[in-house]
T-cell receptor
Framework: DTGVSQDPRHKITKRGQNVTFRCDPI?????LYWYRQTLGQGPEFLTYFQNEAQLEKSRLLSDRFSAERPKGSFSTLEIQRTEQGDSAMYLC??????????FGQGTRLTVV | GIQVEQSPPDLILQEGANSTLRCNFSDSVNNLQWFHQNPWGQLINLFY???GTKQNGRLSATTVATERYSLLYISSSQTTDSGVYFCAVVKDMRFGAGTRLTVKP
């Protein structure tokens, strides 16, 4: 499978715990995007990388959210001290610069 | 940032009917995509269409960049077409709120 891969697919965590999600983009794609989607809403842009450089992070929801793409390949999104309001689908996409983007299957987070 | 508006928010059709979904955007864009979100939440690429018209089976899309809108046409709708359709402006990575389509048998 050469599509965008996200892991895990589902995560249930207790409030206050830290969680980390992984995204493996389509190989050779230099851009990688993270989105959050809550029920009934469109995907909400969080941040994106061009290779290993994080070019936009002002839309990360709070300082509890952070993302990395250390070698310009896979990326991780971490949420510290999770809250119930963090429950959502977290989506990753990749593309070549400013061209068609492809999405992974998402990670569904439930904070209890 | 660019504002993206989709209409209608909800659409209910009888199987076999045709439909048009609209996406308006507030600024010039160099690329726009249409997606279908399946019941499991995955976004399926339908069209990458910065301008002009493309067709894929029963679906086609037209983007008129100078007038800042795009249209998605679904002909002879089937129950499997049900779901949420999103347009996204890749320049700003911003999505519209989507059109929820329900096709009844």
């Amino acid at each position: 499978d050469t599509g965008v891969s996200q892991d895990p697919r589902h995560k249930i965590t207790k409030r206050g715990q830290n969680v980390t999600f992984r995204c493996d983009p389509i190989s050779e794609h230099n851009r990688l995007y993270w989105y959050r989607q809550t029920l009934g809403q469109g995907p909400e842009f969080l941040t994106y990388f061009q290779n290993e450089a994080q070019l936009e992070k002002s839309r990360l929801l709070s300082d509890r959210f952070s993302a990395e793409r250390p070698k310009g390949s896979f990326s991780t999104l971490e949420i510290q001290r999770t809250e119930q309001g963090d429950s959502a689908m977290y989506l990753c996409a990749s593309s070549l610069t400013s061209t068609e983007a492809f999405f992974g299957q998402g990670t569904r987070l439930t904070v209890v | 940032g660019i504002q993206v508006e989709q209409s209608p928010p909800d659409l209910i059709l009888q199987e076999g009917a045709n439909s048009t979904l609209r996406c308006n955007f507030s600024d010039s864009v160099n690329n726009l995509q249409w997606f279908h979100q399946n019941p499991w939440g995955q976004l399926i690429n339908l069209f990458y269409i910065p301008s002009g018209t493309k067709q894929n089976g029963r679906l086609s899309a037209t983007t008129v960049a100078t007038e800042r809108y795009s249209l998605l046409y679904i002909s002879s709708s089937q129950t499997t077409d049900s779901g949420v359709y999103f347009c996204a402006v890749v320049k700003d990575m911003r999505f519209g709120a989507g059109t929820r389509l329900t096709v009844k048998p």
